[in-house]
């Protein structure tokens, strides 16, 4: 009988790291390089599994991709932030100067590069990276005004980014696995 029972665990167990590595599989690590090097150029907490899980949410990797609002590409940036990124000094001083008259959402190269540092300037103003990613779905103004109000994070006021918050918490650590898999196997 005990032996039956090892058995039956051992095959769930099998069942179950198959059905997680086939679930690590359909999740897209496209731009990863990209990501990684864009990331490096700040002292950030912010790391290519918390990218990925944004952009999953926000495109799910459509780069062509524009929403109701006029939000762009695969980081769904609007134009007016994406003005507000390439006027700032920060930004100019680490990526060079670019023209708004040609820019491009909608190149993948483009998008991570504002996206990554709207993050980054996000997590300077906010300290807690649940307060970054509710103010890249709500806007900093908003989330500023939640704090200086006390409100909590289980408390968030707005459906949609309670539901982005989530939706993150959920992605993230999985895209957390899968990036450790693929960097621990490109060390071989």
């Not at 060079?96 to 997590?123: F, H, R």
Request: aromatic share 14%.
């Amino acid at each position: 009988m005990l032996k039956k029972f090892a058995l039956v665990i051992v095959v769930v167990l099998i069942f179950c790291v198959l059905m997680y590595t086939i679930f690590l599989s359909t999740l897209n690590t496209t731009y990863i390089d990209f990501i990684q090097q864009e990331l490096g150029k700040y002292n950030t907490n912010l790391d290519i599994a918390s990218i990925l899980s944004i952009i999953k949410i926000e495109s799910d990797f459509d780069s062509k991709v524009v929403s109701k609002k006029g939000a762009v590409g695969l980081m769904q940036i609007m134009p007016s932030t994406a003005e507000f990124i390439i006027n700032n000094k920060d930004f100019i001083s680490k990526n060079g100067e670019l023209d708004m008259q040609n820019i491009d959402l909608t190149d993948y190269k483009t998008n991570i590069k504002l996206g990554v540092w709207y993050l980054n300037y996000l997590e300077q103003k906010f300290t807690k990276i649940e307060y970054v990613i509710c103010s890249y779905n709500a806007g900093e103004g908003v989330v500023s005004g939640w704090i200086k109000d006390n409100i909590p994070l289980n408390n968030i006021p707005y459906k949609e980014t309670k539901n982005y918050l989530k939706r993150f918490k959920l992605y993230y650590p999985h895209y957390k696995n899968k990036v450790n898999i693929i960097f621990s196997f490109s060390y071989i």
